[in-house]
């Protein structure tokens, strides 16, 4: 039998760096290694500007500063047909804070117009205030609730798009909707930040998962791995915050 | 009268806070404030000589009390809020305690540490005459957005006090943007210390032009010898500056070439800390001759890597951002004694709500084979277990109790204990080592030892 193995693409490490995002590429890589299963981290960087979508099977974009946020959007909407080309086919594709409001139509800031990669039909406008804080959000894809951290300027408005879960405590997209993140094909996209990933295994997985089945037509499942402590940080915060 | 009546107020408050085993030294000023809310203004007047603030993300505490003991050695009368309540609050709390009860007050300095987004506050009560910007790292980041807002508020506070002579770390480029234009002298660490690693590093991007910069030598984080190889924007001419470093043993360095500084202090970061004041005292006219002497009165704050004798060594260490821990991480590696270590990280206001800088902490670091045990505590306990599990390091105990972690590890055959705490952990876990340390000795007498 041959060896499987995931690609995960970074998306400018260097640029869109901020609140911890290496912890959810910690947890794709731990989680494949834990169970046999080979995980290469391919960081496409400024510098080297690697970025090669074919080997692809997970991408990651992460969130960063307004002004490096622009740099990036400018770099990737040189390659915009090609990720395009890879959402529409299944392709995997993980954006958070920055990264979620990039795959949008436009990001409208105090002072300029950020146009952004248009693979979904959302948009989004600077607000005067920041939305901080823990969430807790209730998805149609998962028993567990999904737990995280938001702090964003942006209030997205995500038009027809199914989104990631309702929001049980926090903010969400724009503070009012009552939702949070996007569904579309294999993107999923959120405002939750950082350690997402190591304190949702079960959404980790679904992604995985989504990209073994788009790979390997003999996928049937990930073994179980021993989740607990996984889990108590999770249920820590969704007891916290609501208060039953 | 109303002065005097928002002194008396803010003294009762402190005497009744010291009174229930409260340590807050912001609610005497809050109250002193809504009883006269120009008391700052009023008393700041008194200050003869001059106002020095301190500012930056790690190291103004140290900074701060460590000239204060500086210009006390020199026979200045001084007001300083040296418990570290760094907002506008505990700015007058400093002021009415200072005062006499017949609301007399008389200092030849004022010496005030200000938290980065509290000082445009501060600064419309009181106008400095010379400000240390220490560094700015990534910090708090829900309180204070990112880093570029903090950018803009220093700017807007430097701003309101248009003849303030700065005196900034001239190899963090983040800190040397203040200098353009205005009236200001660099300190700086002029030669490479430790290995060239590559870690997180904020201010990756020129300030000017956005390119990626590179360095000549770095230290950690941003700082460094740094340039833009694009626009050519580059660290400034230093004018105080470290060379001849040894940390072998004591903390030995240099001071332009000429002034021989050795202290019994840990922790690279410390240099800088010590250049600052150094560099403040000479911009400020003082007399620096006898400063070995004086930085061998400071007594440090405490968890700056506070030594408690517990039957062993029990060191406490206050670590609260990414830079911050992992300078942390390094000098507890440095000791190559066998230790345990306990880590515990809370999520209250002061803290930062968001726990997500943990990520960015290079914890694998403290994984050698000189680490005995890891216990993981404090409020976000889970959040700090589950990163040690993805940082492939082997957490040996959980437990929500800093008692029950710490008196473990005395049982232990390892030689040292290092507890990593963060802000609001800290007043705690030293009230439970003290609690500890006073058990043992009765325990000690029991046993008719």
């Given at each position: 039998?041959?060896?499987?193995?995931?690609?995960?693409?970074?998306?400018?490490?260097?640029?869109?760096?901020?609140?911890?995002?290496?912890?959810?590429?910690?947890?794709?890589?731990?989680?494949?290694?834990?169970?046999?299963?080979?995980?290469?981290?391919?960081?496409?960087?400024?510098?080297?500007?690697?970025?090669?979508?074919?080997?692809?099977?997970?991408?990651?974009?992460?969130?960063?500063?307004?002004?490096?946020?622009?740099?990036?959007?400018?770099?990737?909407?040189?390659?915009?047909?090609?990720?395009?080309?890879?959402?529409?086919?299944?392709?995997?594709?993980?954006?958070?804070?920055?990264?979620?409001?990039?795959?949008?139509?436009?990001?409208?800031?105090?002072?300029?117009?950020?146009?952004?990669?248009?693979?979904?039909?959302?948009?989004?406008?600077?607000?005067?205030?920041?939305?901080?804080?823990?969430?807790?959000?209730?998805?149609?894809?998962?028993?567990?609730?999904?737990?995280?951290?938001?702090?964003?300027?942006?209030?997205?408005?995500?038009?027809?798009?199914?989104?990631?879960?309702?929001?049980?405590?926090?903010?969400?997209?724009?503070?009012?909707?009552?939702?949070?993140?996007?569904?579309?094909?294999?993107?999923?996209?959120?405002?939750?930040?950082?350690?997402?990933?190591?304190?949702?295994?079960?959404?980790?997985?679904?992604?995985?998962?989504?990209?073994?089945?788009?790979?390997?037509?003999?996928?049937?499942?990930?073994?179980?791995?021993?989740?607990?402590?996984?889990?108590?940080?999770?249920?820590?915060?969704?007891?916290?915050?609501?208060?039953? | 009268?109303?002065?005097?009546?928002?002194?008396?107020?803010?003294?009762?408050?402190?005497?009744?806070?010291?009174?229930?085993?409260?340590?807050?030294?912001?609610?005497?000023?809050?109250?002193?404030?809504?009883?006269?809310?120009?008391?700052?203004?009023?008393?700041?007047?008194?200050?003869?000589?001059?106002?020095?603030?301190?500012?930056?993300?790690?190291?103004?505490?140290?900074?701060?009390?460590?000239?204060?003991?500086?210009?006390?050695?020199?026979?200045?009368?001084?007001?300083?809020?040296?418990?570290?309540?760094?907002?506008?609050?505990?700015?007058?709390?400093?002021?009415?305690?200072?005062?006499?009860?017949?609301?007399?007050?008389?200092?030849?300095?004022?010496?005030?540490?200000?938290?980065?987004?509290?000082?445009?506050?501060?600064?419309?009560?009181?106008?400095?005459?010379?400000?240390?910007?220490?560094?700015?790292?990534?910090?708090?980041?829900?309180?204070?957005?990112?880093?570029?807002?903090?950018?803009?508020?220093?700017?807007?506070?430097?701003?309101?006090?248009?003849?303030?002579?700065?005196?900034?770390?001239?190899?963090?480029?983040?800190?040397?943007?203040?200098?353009?234009?205005?009236?200001?002298?660099?300190?700086?660490?002029?030669?490479?210390?430790?290995?060239?690693?590559?870690?997180?590093?904020?201010?990756?991007?020129?300030?000017?032009c956005g390119h990626e910069q590179a360095y000549n030598f770095f230290h950690y984080s941003q700082l460094g010898d740094f340039y833009c190889p694009n626009c050519g924007n580059s660290r400034p001419a230093i004018?105080?500056?470290?060379?001849?470093?040894?940390?072998?043993?004591?903390?030995?360095?240099?001071?332009?070439?000429?002034?021989?500084?050795?202290?019994?202090?840990?922790?690279?970061?410390?240099?800088?800390?010590?250049?600052?004041?150094?560099?403040?005292?000479?911009?400020?006219?003082?007399?620096?001759?006898?400063?070995?002497?004086?930085?061998?009165?400071?007594?440090?704050?405490?968890?700056?890597?506070?030594?408690?004798?517990?039957?062993?060594?029990?060191?406490?260490?206050?670590?609260?951002?990414?830079?911050?821990?992992?300078?942390?991480?390094?000098?507890?590696?440095?000791?190559?004694?066998?230790?345990?270590?306990?880590?515990?990280?809370?999520?209250?206001?002061?803290?930062?709500?968001?726990?997500?800088?943990?990520?960015?902490?290079?914890?694998?670091?403290?994984?050698?084979?000189?680490?005995?045990?890891?216990?993981?505590?404090?409020?976000?306990?889970?959040?700090?277990?589950?990163?040690?599990?993805?940082?492939?390091?082997?957490?040996?105990?959980?437990?929500?109790?800093?008692?029950?972690?710490?008196?473990?590890?005395?049982?232990?055959?390892?030689?040292?204990?290092?507890?990593?705490?963060?802000?609001?952990?800290?007043?705690?876990?030293?009230?439970?080592?003290?609690?500890?340390?006073?058990?043992?000795?009765?325990?000690?007498?029991?046993?008719?030892?």
């Open positions: 039998m041959v060896n499987k193995e995931l690609n995960i693409v970074h998306l400018y490490p260097d640029l869109l760096n901020l609140y911890g995002d290496k912890g959810n590429i910690a947890c794709m890589e731990h989680r494949l290694k834990w169970r046999g299963i080979g995980a290469n981290i391919l960081a496409c960087t400024n510098k080297d500007n690697s970025m090669n979508l074919e080997k692809a099977d997970i991408i990651f974009v992460g969130g960063g500063s307004d002004r490096e946020q622009e740099i990036v959007c400018e770099l990737l909407l040189k390659k915009k047909d090609e990720l395009i080309n890879y959402v529409e086919n299944g392709g995997v594709l993980v954006a958070v804070c920055g990264g979620y409001q990039l795959l949008g139509k436009y990001y409208q800031t105090a002072n300029s117009k950020i146009e952004g990669l248009g693979i979904l039909d959302i948009y989004t406008d600077a607000g005067d205030t920041r939305l901080i804080g823990n969430v807790v959000l209730e998805s149609e894809l998962f028993e567990q609730k999904i737990t995280g951290f938001e702090n964003h300027a942006g209030r997205t408005y995500i038009g027809n798009h199914t989104p990631l879960g309702k929001v049980l405590y926090g903010h969400g997209n724009t503070g009012e909707s009552g939702y949070e993140g996007v569904v579309y094909k294999n993107i999923i996209a959120t405002y939750l930040h950082g350690p997402l990933l190591p304190k949702n295994p079960m959404l980790c997985d679904h992604i995985l998962g989504c990209a073994m089945r788009r790979k390997y037509e003999d996928f049937n499942g990930f073994a179980a791995l021993d989740d607990t402590l996984e889990n108590t940080a999770n249920k820590y915060i969704e007891d916290r915050f609501l208060k039953k | 009268m109303r002065k005097i009546l928002a002194i008396w107020a803010a003294k009762l408050s402190a005497v009744a806070g010291r009174m229930i085993g409260k340590k807050s030294s912001s609610t005497p000023g809050d109250i002193a404030l809504k009883i006269c809310p120009d008391i700052i203004k009023i008393l700041s007047k008194n200050v003869k000589k001059g106002i020095i603030v301190t500012c930056g993300t790690n190291g103004k505490t140290t900074t701060n009390n460590l000239l204060n003991t500086a210009l006390l050695k020199c026979g200045y009368k001084t007001v300083c809020n040296n418990l570290g309540a760094n907002m506008v609050n505990g700015i007058a709390t400093a002021f009415a305690m200072a005062s006499g009860i017949t609301g007399k007050f008389e200092a030849d300095y004022a010496v005030l540490e200000i938290d980065e987004a509290s000082a445009r506050r501060v600064f419309a009560h009181l106008t400095p005459d010379y400000m240390v910007i220490t560094n700015l790292f990534r910090d708090q980041l829900d309180r204070y957005g990112e880093i570029d807002i903090t950018v803009d508020l220093l700017n807007e506070s430097i701003n309101m006090a248009k003849s303030v002579k700065l005196i900034l770390n001239g190899d963090d480029p983040l800190t040397v943007q203040f200098g353009e234009g205005r009236d200001a002298k660099y300190f700086g660490i002029s030669e490479q210390v430790l290995p060239q690693i590559d870690e997180t590093k904020e201010g990756q991007f020129c300030v000017k004018d105080f500056d470290a060379t001849e470093v040894d940390l072998s043993g004591s903390m030995k360095f240099t001071v332009n070439k000429s002034v021989k500084i050795d202290v019994n202090y840990r922790g690279f970061y410390n240099i800088y800390n010590i250049l600052a004041v150094y560099s403040a005292l000479s911009v400020m006219g003082v007399d620096t001759s006898g400063f070995n002497s004086m930085l061998a009165d400071y007594k440090p704050q405490i968890g700056r890597m506070e030594l408690i004798d517990l039957g062993k060594p029990v060191i406490l260490n206050l670590a609260k951002n990414p830079a911050g821990f992992n300078q942390a991480i390094q000098t507890v590696m440095l000791d190559k004694r066998k230790k345990d270590v306990i880590v515990a990280i809370n999520d209250l206001a002061n803290d930062g709500r968001d726990v997500s800088w943990l990520w960015d902490v290079d914890f694998d670091k403290l994984s050698d084979e000189n680490l005995n045990t890891l216990t993981t505590t404090g409020i976000r306990l889970y959040d700090i277990s589950l990163r040690f599990k993805y940082a492939d390091v082997k957490v040996n105990n959980i437990t929500k109790s800093m008692k029950e972690a710490i008196k473990r590890c005395l049982k232990t055959d390892a030689e040292v204990c290092y507890v990593l705490v963060n802000y609001t952990a800290l007043f705690s876990t030293q009230t439970t080592m003290l609690e500890i340390q006073k058990e043992l000795k009765a325990g000690g007498n029991e046993n008719g030892k």
